[in-house]
């Protein structure tokens, strides 16, 4: 299966709510988990991956830490700003390894996936990678 979500496929990560220049929101989509974003502590925080065309969705897959409830939304205007909730989950807590998820959304036809981070362990999170099956 293809991975939509790498930006060596064309996929970007067009807005977050936090950055850090050591934790850039880009690495998100480079395909490591060594590499990641992390939030600056208030929440809820945010981040939209934008595919390079209209995509079918049926699986994310995203590998965190101290993430506690997400919701997962796509967008179909090419301007990002009307969306549709397509999940929305609570992650268990893990101590010394990665959240890893799978979470069946089976979306037909979006440009966009916004992550929303409602809520953490700790007052910061990360987020390691994120993959896309379609």
């Not at 050591?22 to 690495?27: A, M, S, V």
Request: glycine share 4%; charged share 20%.
């Amino acid at each position: 299966m293809l991975d939509a979500a790498l930006s060596s496929y064309g996929a970007q990560v067009v807005l977050a709510t936090s950055s850090d220049e050591n934790h850039p929101p880009e690495n998100i989509i480079d395909g490591k988990t060594e590499t990641f974003w992390i939030s600056t502590g208030m929440f809820p925080q945010e981040f939209i991956i934008r595919f390079p065309d209209n995509m079918k969705i049926f699986t994310v897959s995203i590998q965190s830490y101290n993430i506690k409830r997400l919701r997962i939304e796509k967008g179909t205007s090419d301007d990002a700003d009307k969306f549709e909730t397509v999940a929305d989950t609570e992650f268990e807590h893990t101590e010394s390894s990665l959240q890893a998820n799978d979470i069946s959304v089976n979306v037909l036809n979006t440009t966009h996936l916004r992550f929303l981070i409602l809520s953490g362990y700790d007052h910061f999170v990360s987020v390691h990678k994120v993959s896309v099956q379609s």
